[in-house]
């Protein structure tokens, strides 16, 4: 399988009204209000990209779906271009040293993915790099590994207008319903 397949599927296969309704809902939501609920926000919208997709969410270290043999990471970023600069990207954090004793070295010569899908959590945009292209732009900063991306350095999708569509209920007041009744005993 190649990249363009992947593409092809990303532009015509892909309910990103869905997708992106998620995206909304779940950072719109007021009753996440701490870091810890960052996990479940970006769970949440690889499920949604898993089932509004025929991308296969497998959630391994380095990689988070499998499409036709394709590994695939999934990262996203609000405001992801810069308005001055529109085909330069922002700083992605691309890997997590916490807990992790590998190097900036390292993760540059270590290939974990076949391509990334980078999101536009604002503007509903998505963008697909090279893992090779992808590795050659790491620096290290802090806590992870980081890249930014210019033209050529990606392919931006042509994923039409998008216009979200919510789910019905809000992910925190549904989390606090589960929790509560599994704790019903």
Known sequence: MTIANLIDH???GVNWNK?????????????FTSRADNFTKSTTIEKALAKFSDL???DQIGYDF???????ELKMRQNLFYKRTPNQTQVIKMK?????????????????????IILCLTTFQAIVV??????SRYFADGDGVFAKFGLGDYYKCDIGEVTPILPPTS?????????DNYLDF
Do not use: C, H, I, P
């Open 10 to 12: 990303l532009e015509t």
């Open 96 to 116: 997590n040293f916490q807990g992790n004793k590998k190097t900036l070295e390292d993760f540059k010569n270590d290939q974990t993915f076949d391509v990334a």
């Open 130 to 135: 090279e893992d090779e292209v992808a590795r």
């Open 19 to 31: 997708v992106f309704g998620v995206v909304r809902s779940t950072y719109g939501d007021s009753g």
């Open 171 to 179: 992910l925190s007041e549904e989390f606090q319903t589960a929790v």
């Open 66 to 72: 499998m499409y036709d043999g394709l590994k695939v």
């Open 56 to 58: 296969n969410r497998v």
